[in-house]
Structures are given as structure tokens and as C-alpha cells.
């Protein structure tokens, strides 16, 4: 406590069980300086609870013992790469059957989300947590590139509901909505064998991809738009 407070670090990694002062109180007192660090918090006990207590604590990251080098390195060098400027994430609902948040549109914040996401999701089978991890990203990031067009102060509403028998993740952007009909950048308008798409997104400036919608249909069990399309809701049935 006497570094942080004499110093301005960039980063922190706190670890959560500390003597005499536990790192969640630590956490909050970095968020009560005038330039408070990006802290990463890192833990091996009662992950879930202690992840939405980070949460609410405005971490700036997750990261769950045991930890691969390689996945800390990535996540410091992310928080690194940053910058100052970090948008804060609002949290509307911790709860391990009801997350509900509001995202800053940054890809930054997109990448940060996930990893508390993907805690709630440790006690599925690798195989389903793997796939619906991939199509929350991709809805994910569809609302802030698309709907947000990476604005920061533009915010996508994100709702993760957990039951015995059922995943949903309901993404709302701030955008105007779409027509299918108006994606031919994207590989659903394929026909089978096809990648048409592909010449569109480079005669628009786009990166290579657009396989987001097919990839998330074939994961989805139930997926539902609103009327302006830029509310989807995402519905997988566990066993």
C-alpha cells in the first residue's frame, strides 16, 4: 500500500489472499487515486464469487490459478497497450446466474469481458464452453464494431443468465440495427462451397472474415433478434 500510494503505476497484479490486508481491499483503494493502475486480479480459490467481487471493483482483468505464462503476458502487454484512457465498465447486476453490464465500445473492453465471462462458464464441458465462448465474443463484438463503430462513449448492454438447464447472453448495441439483406460482407449470403463474401470485404476496406453469423448459428440452439436488429439474444440447452 505504501508503493501504490507513493507511486503511479501503470499495472498492477494482485494477488487475492495477502496478510493482514486482503486484495480486494487493496483494489479499492488503487481505484480512489487521481491515476489509478489497471490491476489484474489473480486467484486460485472461490473463483467465481471473488471474480464478480473484482468485477464490481472495477478490475481491469481476471485471471484464474493455475495461470499459463503465455495468457499473462498477453494480458499485461494488453493492459499495457491500452493506454491511460480506459473506459470504465458498469456493472449492473454480479451475480453468478444474472451478470448484466455496460460495455464501453473498445475492442480492449471486449477482450477484458471475456475472461470474467468465461469464469461463469468453468463447469461446462471444454468442448461447449469453448464454442458458446466463441459466439459471445463474436455477438460481442458485432455490437461494438458494427452498432457501437468502436465509439467509447457509446455502450453495448450485456446480459449472461445462467440456469440448470440453459445459457443465454442477450447483447444490445447502441446502433440503428441491420438487414440481412444488407450483409453481403458476411459468408451467411454463401452459397454452399462459395466465398464471395470475401471479395466484398476487400473491395470495402474490411478485414478478412465475416464467418461470425455462420459460426455462431451452428453453436446457437435458439438465436432471436428484436424488430431493429441490434438486440440479439443467444439460447444454449445444457444436459
Given at each position: 500500500?505504501?508503493?501504490?500510494?507513493?507511486?503511479?503505476?501503470?499495472?498492477?497484479l494482485?494477488?487475492?489472499?495477502?496478510?493482514?490486508?486482503?486484495?480486494?481491499?487493496?483494489?479499492?483503494?488503487?481505484?480512489?487515486?487521481?491515476?489509478?493502475?489497471?490491476?489484474?486480479?489473480?486467484?486460485?480459490?472461490?473463483?467465481?464469487?471473488?471474480?464478480?467481487?473484482?468485477?464490481?471493483?472495477?478490475?481491469?482483468?481476471?485471471?484464474?490459478?493455475?495461470?499459463?505464462?503465455?495468457?499473462?503476458?498477453?494480458?499485461?502487454?494488453?493492459?499495457?497497450?491500452?493506454?491511460?484512457?480506459?473506459?470504465?465498465?458498469?456493472?449492473?447486476?454480479?451475480?453468478?446466474?444474472?451478470?448484466?453490464?455496460?460495455?464501453?465500445?473498445?475492442?480492449?473492453?471486449?477482450?477484458?469481458?471475456?475472461?470474467?465471462?468465461?469464469q461463469?462458464?468453468?463447469?461446462?464441458?471444454?468442448?461447449t464452453?469453448?464454442?458458446?465462448?466463441?459466439?459471445?465474443?463474436?455477438?460481442?463484438?458485432?455490437?461494438?464494431?458494427?452498432?457501437?463503430?468502436?465509439?467509447?462513449?457509446?455502450?453495448?448492454?450485456?446480459?449472461?443468465?445462467?440456469?440448470?438447464?440453459?445459457?443465454?447472453?442477450?447483447?444490445?448495441?447502441?446502433?440503428?440495427?441491420?438487414?440481412?439483406?444488407?450483409?453481403?460482407?458476411?459468408?451467411?449470403?454463401?452459397?454452399?462451397?462459395?466465398?464471395?463474401?470475401?471479395?466484398?470485404?476487400?473491395?470495402?476496406?474490411?478485414?478478412?472474415?465475416?464467418?461470425?453469423?455462420v459460426?455462431?448459428?451452428?453453436?446457437?440452439?435458439?438465436?432471436?433478434?428484436?424488430?431493429?436488429?441490434?438486440?440479439?439474444?443467444?439460447?444454449?440447452?445444457?444436459?
Amino acid at each position: 500500500m505504501e508503493k501504490i500510494s507513493s507511486h503511479d503505476f501503470r499495472v498492477v497484479l494482485l494477488d487475492v489472499r495477502l496478510p493482514k490486508i486482503g486484495g480486494l481491499d487493496i483494489l479499492a483503494r488503487c481505484g480512489g487515486k487521481r491515476r489509478p493502475p489497471k490491476v489484474v486480479v489473480m486467484t486460485g480459490a472461490d473463483t467465481t464469487e471473488v471474480m464478480l467481487d473484482a468485477l464490481r471493483g472495477h478490475a481491469y482483468d481476471f485471471l484464474a490459478k493455475p495461470i499459463e505464462p503465455s495468457r499473462l503476458v498477453e494480458v499485461v502487454t494488453r493492459a499495457f497497450s491500452a493506454g491511460s484512457g480506459v473506459t470504465t465498465i458498469e456493472v449492473i447486476s454480479a451475480r453468478a446466474d444474472w451478470l448484466e453490464l455496460l460495455v464501453p465500445c473498445t475492442r480492449d473492453a471486449a477482450d477484458r469481458i471475456q475472461s470474467f465471462v468465461q469464469q461463469l462458464e468453468t463447469d461446462l464441458p471444454a468442448e461447449t464452453r469453448d464454442s458458446v465462448g466463441l459466439a459471445f465474443r463474436e455477438l460481442l463484438l458485432n455490437g461494438i464494431e458494427w452498432g457501437g463503430q468502436l465509439n467509447p462513449a457509446k455502450e453495448v448492454r450485456v446480459a449472461c443468465l445462467r440456469t440448470r438447464r440453459m445459457l443465454l447472453y442477450r447483447i444490445a448495441d447502441p446502433g440503428l440495427g441491420f438487414g440481412f439483406d444488407d450483409l453481403s460482407h458476411a459468408a451467411i449470403h454463401n452459397a454452399p462451397g462459395v466465398i464471395v463474401h470475401d471479395e466484398v470485404r476487400r473491395e470495402k476496406g474490411l478485414r478478412s472474415g465475416g464467418f461470425g453469423l455462420v459460426l455462431i448459428r451452428a453453436i446457437a440452439d435458439e438465436l432471436i433478434y428484436n424488430e431493429r436488429q441490434n438486440e440479439v439474444v443467444f439460447v444454449k440447452y445444457l444436459d
